[in-house]
């Protein structure tokens, strides 16, 4: 067993886990914070992706007892009284089918938008393509996950 | 996964002692690929022992056209690391297309190059860079350290602490990926530097990573994908599967030569 202490969503948490514990469950099960979701646990699928000091990691790909004294954000943590820009966009563009994949499609984008923007680079639509390569939904043909991220992007 | 004792190493000596401690103590680095091959109890390590927080493990330093790459440095910190960007433009390249972005900011370049999986594409950088791997005990060239399939020159415990780089004066990796692991179905990275003109293959050989001579001799004698027009790459030895058979592999390899040829 290992005492693990971080930050999540801005507030401090604590927990005693076995060691092999990954974060994703740290976050489901000891958290209940059961918006990062779990499509494949086999790092394919990018539905767990988290926040981990700022730069999207897959949780399930993650031990939970290495990151003592870690920043974590996850997708209950994006919005702050109202809807992220990017949650609203994804709602208006109807950039979600059943949802399962949408957390993880949201910490990447969010990251993937700040990133273009701090280094000043054209965030295209091929390039959105490109960025989501380990972010899979089996509804929606990614088509409005693009135009949901390109309208965001006009609006962070 | 099996339940499993983790140690955050402090120091080389604090991660030496727990290797030698444990039954079968594994390192960790990024976990990508360690953690997934313990979910499918492929690998049953009964202590785990992180060298990331070890002091010095991960950032890279250029000393004159000299890169120093800390094993613990994630592909995304290569991929962005202005020294690199400047003294090897295509090693940043190629770091900038491993896996996807959650990936490179957790998988290291020690462990991609501990893993040599045949289908990574850090050893095929490595071999063509000729470059120099460092460990807590030795220095060894990326042309001994690759050996078959999943397999290094690294003994039990020995803990890979950087790689050396020397600028080339050309380079380029062209890698054709397999669209759902997203590893290269045929990677070639080709080079002309300190170690004279290089062609390195990643993801054809049976054997893992290894130099294409017959296009090396070409280039040397002229850099132009023309130079590459006589050489057919034989498809002996070439590993068949479902993604694709020994002579695609081989008509692949022509192809990508070809094209990082033309970009570096
Ligand atoms: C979805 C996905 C896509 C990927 N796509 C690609 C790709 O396109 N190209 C590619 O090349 N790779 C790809 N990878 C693999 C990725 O690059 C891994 O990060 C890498 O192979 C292993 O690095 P790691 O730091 O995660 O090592 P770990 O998983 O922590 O360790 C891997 C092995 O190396 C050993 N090890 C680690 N560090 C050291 C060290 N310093 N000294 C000695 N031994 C050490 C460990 O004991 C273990 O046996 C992909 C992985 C995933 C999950
Ligand atoms: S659940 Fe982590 S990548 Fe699919
Ligand atoms: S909306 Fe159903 S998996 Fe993406």
Known sequence: MTTINMTVNGKAVSGDVPDQTLLSEFLRENLRLTGTHVGCDTSQCGACVVHINGKPVKSCSTLAASLD????????????GELHPMQQAFN????LQCGFCTPGMIMTSIDMVERYKAAGKDLTSDAIRAELEGNICRCTGYHNIVKSIEDAAAKM | MYPVKYHKATSIADAVAALSAGDDATILAGGQTLLATMKQHLADPSDLVDIRSIDGMAGVSAAGNVLTIGAATTHADVAGNADVQKLCPALAELASHIGDPAV???????????????????????????????????????DDFFDGLFGTALDDGEIITAVKVTAPSKAAYAKFAQQASLFALVGVFVADGAGGVRVAVTGAGEDGVFRQSGMEAALASGWSEAALDGVAASEDGLMSDLHGSADYRAHLIGVMAKRAVAAA
């Open chain 2, 104 to 142: 490179r900011n957790m998988g290291t370049i020690g462990g991609s190059i501990a893993n040599n999986d045949p289908a990574a594409d850090y050893p095929a950088a490595m071999l063509a860079l000729n470059a120099t791997i460092v460990t807590n005990t030795r220095e060894v060239a990326a």
């Open chain 1, 92 to 95: 208006d563009n109807h950039g």
């Open chain 1, 69 to 80: 004294g870690a920043d974590v954000k996850t997708i209950e943590g994006v919005s702050n």
